[in-house]
């Protein structure tokens, strides 16, 4: 990927939790999976906090049934699996395999892979908010390494998302507990968010139900 492509993906990403790729039904797996190839270049133990994953979306809206594989140089198709909520459960293609000529070809209709930044923690009812700082301080530094100099014009990325919690709360060192915000994210909907710089004090986020995954993202817009 392209230095400037490369920029004004990250860019998109930190401001909010999703972007995606144009339509086509065969494209280069580095175009495929944007972002990808970046991830990986980064030193394994500098990206453990968080990870990449990767969405089918058609007009926004998930996709329940996609269909998509992976053909190698040698011409050998390897199927892909998504979930009902149109999530990609294969293995990610490897730096190596990023780098070749392998390709991502769509069966059907095209579809967009939208990919997500992913905080590396379990979802549950109960969160220390220090492993959220940790995940967002090792995702803006690998932002920088990827970015070079160009890295102060990049937004950082600031907040936690919880997709599917129904809200949740911030347990404060005091013992008291105050509301999360909530705000509303395309292809996603209403959504609990913390963003340390705006929460001091706060010693671990709680929900009722567990949240589906943790998102990492930049400040929402309107909130």
Same mark, same amino acid.
């Given at each position: 990927?392209?230095?400037?492509? @490369? ?5 998109? =990403?930190? #401001?909010?939790? !999703?972007?995606?790729? $144009?339509?086509?039904?065969?494209? %280069? &797996? ?82 967009? @892979? ?5 905080? =590396?923690? #379990?979802?549950? !009812?109960?969160?220390? $908010?220090?492993?959220?700082?940790? %995940? &967002? ?87």
């Amino acid at each position: 990927m392209r230095r400037r492509e @490369l920029l004004a993906f990250i860019a998109a =990403a930190a #401001a909010a939790p !999703t972007a995606a790729f $144009a339509d086509d039904q065969r494209v %280069a &797996l580095s175009k495929a999976f944007p972002m990808l190839e970046a991830y990986l270049g980064v030193p394994a133990a500098q990206r453990s906090r968080f990870y990449l994953a990767y969405r089918a979306t058609r007009d926004r809206r998930p996709l329940s049934d996609a269909k998509a594989a992976i053909v190698t140089p040698s011409g050998a198709s390897v199927p892909l699996a998504f979930d009902r909520a149109g999530f990609l459960t294969t293995r990610l293609p490897s730096l190596a395999e990023l780098k070749g000529a392998g390709q991502f070809v769509i069966a059907g209709q095209p579809f967009k @892979l939208a990919p997500e930044a992913r905080c =590396a923690i #379990a979802p549950s !009812t109960h969160i220390d $908010a220090a492993e959220l700082v940790a %995940a &967002l301080t090792q995702a803006n530094a690998a932002i920088a390494k990827v970015a070079g100099p160009a890295a102060m014009l990049i937004p950082k990325m600031t907040a936690t998302y919880f997709p599917d919690a129904a809200g949740g709360r911030a347990a404060l060192a005091d013992g008291h507990e105050t509301p999360l915000p909530v705000v509303n994210v395309p292809s996603i909907g209403p959504i609990a968010f913390f963003e340390p710089a705006r929460a001091a004090g706060t010693r671990a986020v709680v929900f009722a139900r567990a949240p589906s995954r943790v998102l990492l993202g930049g400040h929402p817009k309107g909130a």
